[in-house]
Each structure stands twice: as structure tokens, then as C-alpha cells.
């Protein structure tokens, strides 16, 4: 069973974001860059299918320019088999993202779609629900636990939800997005970043995939968020209802 893994290149979690002064975008000079955390958690987990048998091959694929190599160098080094490029110029929005990530899927017929449940620059959590429409397959999203079963034909997942788990079967092919409970990644070891070097990374034009990638949504300004104030102790149970009545009226 194949299994493809999409990754995506976003700003670190530690690194200080700021906007620019005309709110057309981030400052990107010194930030550093990295995978997706939940996008790694979904590479983790297909390595960890394919190590116990239920799998044998993972494909990892990014959309971008040539930055996003070094993102798929990770995943490889991490003990993924190959990786594609998908080479796109221009910006893409969560529709765009999910027409490639089709084409691409007919063209390589995996047994399933592993990927993260939201990129944590846009945060859109939209690209794994449409590409399991587009496509007309099964989905689970926010997945914590993972099980293959019934010959790796189904998939039982563990879904986070507000109310607790809830556990869904899926019937494969699907898309599958992971949460962060669903594992911790490995460290990516010295031998794993040269045998990465030698695998290899096809690079494919967007037009190969998808006829119409035009976005339909577009991001008219970026702003900071407004500073927080000093928080405030209180003295008592009884001064703290006050000020929630009396101050922040909450109640």
C-alpha cells in the first residue's frame, strides 16, 4: 500500500511574526522556516505504518517553489521513500491546494491521503475536506488514534471532537488528517539526512494536475494583533465577581 503525505512549508511555531507596514504581507527576512508540525505528525504516522507492515511506500508531495525542497528533505531524511514538487509561482488558496493535490492522487492511486488537519500560518482547515470531495472518497479528519483494519481496507480512526473520542470507520481509499495527539515525530537522525540526499524528488509543473488553480478567495491585509493588557489579582471570590459583573461584564 502507497501512501501520500502532503507537507507544507510554514514559519516556525518560535519565530517572532511580524507584519509589514503596509499590511501587505509578513516579514519574512530572518524567519525561519520548518514543516508543518501536523504535517509532520502525518509523516510520522505513515513511517510508523510502513515499518509494521501495513504499508510500502510513502510518497510525501509540496506545493511551491524551490523552498519547499528543503521541507521535503526533512520528510525523506525522516525515512520517507521519494517525494514530488509540485512547482506553483503563484499564491494558492485551500481549493487550489485540493485540485493538485487530485490530480496528483489519480496519477500515483494511493491506497490513502495521510495529511495534517490545518497549516498553522492560514489555519483554513479546508484543503483535506475538499480534496475528499473532489475526489468522492471517504474522509476522517482530527484523528488521534489510527488502526488499519480488515486487511488494511478500512481504518478505524479516533476523532477529537469537544464532546471527547469518537471512533469512525472509513473505508479506504480516504482522506485521513491528523490531530496532534496522534503521535510525537521522530528527531531527524545524521544517517537518515545523508540517505536523503540520494532519494529522489521529482518536480512536476502545476499544469500537469490541475487546468484552474485560480484562487477564489483573496487576503486583502495582514495586521498585527492588538497588545494585552496586565492581568489583574484579585483579593477575594467575591471581588472577582464584581469585576467580571461590573468590568469585563461577562456576567
Request: hydrophobic share 45%; charged share 25%.
Amino acid at each position: 500500500m502507497k501512501i501520500l503525505v502532503p507537507i507544507k512549508r510554514v514559519p516556525d511555531s518560535d519565530t517572532r511574526i511580524r507584519v509589514k507596514s503596509d499590511g501587505s504581507g509578513i516579514v519574512t527576512d530572518g524567519v525561519k522556516f520548518s514543516v508543518n508540525p501536523f504535517d509532520a505528525i502525518a509523516v510520522e504516522q505513515a513511517l510508523r505504518l510502513k515499518e509494521s507492515g501495513a504499508a510500502t511506500e510513502v510518497v510525501l508531495v509540496s506545493l511551491g517553489n524551490e523552498e519547499c525542497v528543503e521541507s521535503l528533505r526533512v520528510g525523506l531524511a525522516m525515512g520517507a521513500d521519494r517525494a514530488v514538487l509540485v512547482r506553483v509561482d503563484t499564491a494558492l488558496d485551500s481549493l487550489g491546494v485540493a485540485k493538485l493535490l487530485a490530480g496528483l492522487y489519480r496519477r500515483e492511486q494511493p491506497g490513502f491521503v495521510l495529511m495534517g488537519k490545518q497549516a498553522i500560518d492560514d489555519d483554513s482547515n479546508q484543503a483535506g475536506q475538499m480534496l475528499a470531495g473532489l475526489l468522492g472518497i471517504g474522509q476522517a479528519t482530527f484523528v488521534s488514534k489510527l488502526d488499519l483494519i480488515e486487511g488494511g481496507t478500512r481504518a478505524r480512526c479516533g476523532r477529537e471532537t469537544d464532546a471527547g473520542i469518537e471512533i469512525v470507520e472509513v473505508q479506504l481509499p480516504a482522506v485521513i488528517t491528523t490531530d496532534l495527539r496522534l503521535n510525537e515525530p521522530r528527531y531527524v537522525s545524521l544517517p537518515g539526512i545523508m540517505k536523503a540526499k540520494k532519494k529522489p524528488v521529482e518536480e512536476l509543473p502545476a499544469a500537469e494536475l490541475a487546468s484552474d488553480i485560480t484562487p477564489r478567495t483573496q487576503i486583502l491585509s495582514f495586521e498585527a494583533p492588538a497588545g494585552r493588557k496586565a492581568g489583574v489579582k484579585v483579593r477575594s471570590v467575591d471581588e472577582l465577581i464584581d469585576r467580571l459583573k461590573n468590568e469585563a461584564k461577562v456576567l
